[in-house]
């Protein structure tokens, strides 16, 4: 058995198993939490888990089309109120970034650069492109980054349940589209994903899949959200693949790491806590989807939670691509500013 399939049916497995066991114990969004957790744990273990890129492009695909069927008129109209939002969130992250690059710096004895990397709020992939790409701790920025990623992937659907504010049942029930009208929406799609690939547009499939998505639901053409036996799978997927990230790393290089990155989510949490209350209680925006939008974790993972959870998924996806966005231009303009100190 090549060693690439088997590594790919372990985390399969794990990711299933993870997936059952959370269910059984009746935590929330078990398919994403449970898969999670265990590949993580897996992965700490010393196997080597892996989730090929292609499948994991079709899961960000996926996501969008989901995100995509909840964007109505209704939703549209209420946009107007959500520019103040994208401005409290900019501001959060630029002001987060601030925080946990001092606290990286002071606390925790990192080099400059390293404390930039690991203290930037999101954007993982582009955050270790850079890191590669400079003088710096790349084993502690993926740690401090993917322990981040990882405790608010476990953390958010928790705490937004014990808060009492996501909806039981989702604002807007939709049938169920048909595979022929999905394959046909999921074509142009993915054209439209690898077209943003090649303009560096982060997320690039999951835009595509949203925008397109979308735009057929808000002309008519489409009706309907995408069926359960395919959302399912994809929350699997994407929890593995936030475990995988561990594999290969070693416990040695986890001590400090771990803890700055347990740090780094403290804050993060409190900060972003505190911003999707004001924004609730300022713009009335109900507080699931507020929590989910302003909490700093990987887009995919937190677009899929808004699906699981019955929040806004058109407010949390335009808000994770609007901090992007921002990133992928404030990162640059920062690493610049540290190598010129």
Known sequence: MPAAFKSLLLTAILGISGALIARSLGLPAPFLVGPAALVTLGSLSGLKLRV?????????????????????????????????????????????????????????????????LGACPGHLSYVLSLAAGVKSDLVSVGVVQSVRVLALTLLVPLFVEMSGTAPSEPVLVLKQISLPVLVLMALPAFALGLLLQKWRVPAALLVGGMLISSGLHVSGLVEGAIPAWLQLPVYIVLGSMIGARFSGVRLADLSRAALAGSAVTLVAGVVSVAAALLVSLWLGIPLAAALIAFAPGGLETMAAMAVILHADPAYVGTHHIVRLVFLSFLMPAMIAWVRHR
């Open 52 to 116: 090929p890129m292609r499948l994991r492009d079709l899961a960000f695909l996926s996501v969008g089309l989901s995100m995509g069927a909840g964007v109505t008129p209704q939703v549209i109209a209420a946009a107007w109120a959500w520019p103040a939002s994208f401005l409290m969130l900019i501001t959060m992250s630029a002001l987060l970034l601030f925080i946990v690059f001092i606290m990286l710096r002071r606390l925790f004895a990192y080099d400059a650069m390293t404390a930039l």
